[in-house]
């Protein structure tokens, strides 16, 4: 079965700081690979997704990710992180359907 | 446009009660898929629906069932309430069940918050 393992629950950062969080996933098979980002009381939004081509992926506000299939990785980046930042991010794999992350709570610090 | 609509958002109700959930999806998306996402967790699959027929489900017991309308509106139902089902249910839209492109994209709406007492 496939599964998704965000090693960092928390990963607090000083604003304007760049940012890395974690994502590896396990499967044999092709798979799509997403970022969501979850504000409070709010769904998931979509920051970005790998379904083909380049392995640099370009999201929303900055973000931008990397697949690496020899490593089974997706890790999320930002050079610059910002107060608004602040929030829950998901990663997530699709082949049959959606399996996400326990997720990542990142913590801008003023 | 508007996006993924869910209702209620929140609600309480009590062990053994029954409750349903609606979804409007976006225009022109065909598939609605159903997640509970428990705190301090990633949402968790529970059904997708495409063209009104169940094309998944997740390790959800019997008492979760859900249906699309012909106008693809999603309900799901959730039957002799556990404390354990109180979490947040997240619906999501997406152009269809398949692999390609749009397909692959979901849309989430906020969501609905049941509480179980």
């Known amino acids: 079965a496939q599964s998704v393992t965000q090693l960092d629950s928390q990963v607090p950062v000083f604003e304007e700081a760049p940012v890395e969080l974690r994502c590896n996933y396990s499967?044999?098979?092709?798979?799509?690979l997403f970022w969501y980002v979850q504000y409070p009381n709010q769904g998931l939004q979509l920051l970005l997704k790998y379904l083909s081509g380049s392995t640099l992926v370009k999201g929303i506000n900055g973000f931008e990710a990397e697949f690496n299939k020899s490593q089974t990785s997706f890790h999320l980046r930002k050079p610059s992180v910002h107060i608004s930042d602040t929030a829950e991010y998901f990663c997530?794999?699709?082949?049959?359907?959606?399996?996400f992350g326990t997720g990542t709570r990142l913590k801008v610090l003023a | 446009d508007a996006g993924v609509t869910q209702s209620p958002t929140h609600l309480i109700k009590t062990r053994g009660q029954q409750v349903t959930l609606r979804c409007s999806p976006i225009s022109g998306h065909k598939s609605v898929s159903w997640y509970q996402q428990v705190l301090g967790q990633g949402p968790q699959f529970i059904f997708q629906y495409y063209e009104k027929e169940e094309r998944g489900r997740g390790n959800f017991p019997d008492r979760f069932s859900a249906r699309q309308f012909p106008n693809y509106s999603s309900e799901l139902n959730v039957n002799a309430l556990l404390l354990g089902d109180s979490a947040l249910y997240l619906c999501?839209?997406?152009?269809?069940?398949?692999?390609?492109?749009?397909?692959?994209?979901?849309?989430f709406g906020a969501g609905s918050r049941l509480t179980v007492l």
């Open positions: 997530a794999v699709r082949s049959k359907e959606y399996i």
């Open positions: 499967s044999s098979v092709s798979v799509y």
């Open positions: 999501a839209s997406s152009l269809g069940p398949g692999t390609y492109s749009g397909a692959n994209v979901l849309t």
